[in-house]
């Protein structure tokens, strides 16, 4: 079985090297010469809003789906011609709850270490992961009787069952309650800290910015940004203010221009740090004679970044919580 | 065992399980109604001549039975898996696996070959009371058995790399191989035929599965075994080919 806790002295510094990928479906170009790296050892994010190829990445990185051009290593081993190798380094929680109904849970986990090529050894530590991801109860049972809940949780075992160096999440909390979200989380940390590079796509940017290092946006097939995610946060130098105005006060001309929403009769103004300091705001207020009830300040974070890059909120529409 | 064999063994252990945890339909059923066939086909035929020489009507029938439920499974068995996995979207954890064109081909034929040892006993077992087959050529009684089953596996396995949807399926079962196999000699010896369909017959690969499974038991056929043979084989090469290229270009597989 393939350890995650010792690493190869030989292996390269890169868990993924991903080289010009592109691919077409018919008329859609889906990627678009696609290159990055994730480093050995990183918690990386992978963003972008829908139809941003991500999924179509994975795929070409976890050998669902060919690419037309480019090249994908998996700590160092090529994707295609290196396949066996490239998919024994790799998990990958797929984004979609399918699963097997013929077999039960623990049945299902150890034929998913058998094609890996892990036999009864892996047993002990399939029981350890039913026991993280508080599936023992369930081990017996079909999977057909489980929860959506249950089920995703059996996913994220199959990805971990052959103990990937490098295991990739689609979006693993997608529509999941948050007591799995806080299961799941503890459980990557701790992966990670034994040395695991973790890949992370998910709408819920706070995730993201709370877990990931090192962030990749990915818009219409490029790569919009690949950067450590304080660097990203810093890159827009502006904060939010938010004003509440006392009864019947309005927002002087002047101001109006800065406002990019109302959220419960306050306005949000968008202010450039160097053009806009917070004084000249409260100033122009004073001197139109503007009475203030309430005063809060924000910093910008993931989303707002998001949003300004791809025009796009990273959140499905459906659930869609725009700034 | 090398991790490779390792994946080969359980991917062969999981097909074989998959149709052991519904034995009574992929084992049971079709050993019942091919014994129903037998039934009604015995009672109607009885009293006509025999087809070979000191073979009666009901022991000419009972391998041909045997070959055509062979058959039917065979193809059953890999199309119906493929298919259930593409549709419940599981195949994914097969193809992201790190298990090569071979292993996949060999484990599913393999399996489907199990469950047509399985059937075909069941049904020589059932029909012992009333048919006591001979054995006349062993070897080449087990050569056509894996032919027949192993061309049929794999003939299933393309259909359900193609597939999108059951419906698929059951349109090449209902179309091609229920007419096919039915037109394959199993109920007569195709000199009974007239020339026109006695030609056709020639064409149909079945018919030499079916025939060369008869030779096995009587040492009579209605083409020569070596024929049976060299068309079976032909049969199971180009079936193989057409099944590993889908395999290693991902045909209908890969996005």
Known sequence: MSSISAPHAAAPASALEIRGIRKRYGSLEALRGVSFDVRRGEFFGLLGPNGAGKSTLIGIISGLVQADEGSVAVLGHDTVRDFRTARRLLGVVPQELVFDPFFKVRDLLRIQAGYYGCGKESWPWIDEMLERLELAGKAGSSMRALSGGMKRRVLIAQALVHKPPVVILDEPTAGVDVELRRTLWAFMSDLHRQGTTVVLTTHYLEEAQELCSRIAILDRGSVAAVEPTPQLLARHPYRFLRLKLADGAQLPAALRELVTGEVGGAYELKLETARHPIGAVFDALRTAGVAIEDVQTREPDLEDIFIEMTGHTAKPAATGAAK | ?255
């Open chain 2, 1 to 255: 065992m090398t991790p490779d064999q390792i994946g080969f063994a359980t991917l062969l252990k999981k097909e074989v399980m998959r149709f052991w945890s519904v034995l009574g339909q992929t084992v049971t059923a079709p050993v019942i109604t091919a014994l129903l066939y037998l039934l009604v086909f015995a009672q109607a035929m009885q009293g006509r001549a025999p087809v070979y020489p000191g073979v009666g009507y009901t022991e000419f029938l009972v391998p041909g039975l045997v070959m055509m439920t062979v058959i039917q499974n065979a193809f059953a068995n890999t199309s119906s898996s493929l298919t259930q996995s593409k549709i419940m979207g599981n195949l994914v954890f097969l193809q992201m696996a790190p298990l090569g064109p071979l292993q996949w081909f060999g484990a599913y034929i393999i399996a489907a070959i199990v469950r047509c040892i399985l059937v075909a006993t069941a049904m020589l077992l059932v029909t012992w009371p009333f048919v006591h087959l001979p054995v006349h050529a062993p070897l080449a009684l087990a050569a056509m058995f894996l032919l027949s089953a192993g061309s049929l596996a794999v003939l299933g396995m393309i259909a359900g790399i193609i597939a999108e949807k059951f419906d698929h399926i059951a349109a090449f079962t209902n179309f091609f191989i229920t007419p096919l196999s039915f037109l394959s000699g199993v109920f007569y010896s195709v000199h009974a035929l007239p020339p026109l369909w006695f030609a056709a017959s020639h064409l149909n690969p079945f018919f030499y599965m079916i025939d060369g499974f008869r030779y096995g038991f009587f040492g009579h056929a209605d083409v020569p075994i070596w024929q049976s043979l060299l068309w079976s084989t032909g049969f199971f090469g180009v079936c193989a080919a057409v099944c590993l290229w889908m395999l290693v270009t991902g045909y209908k597989l890969k996005r």
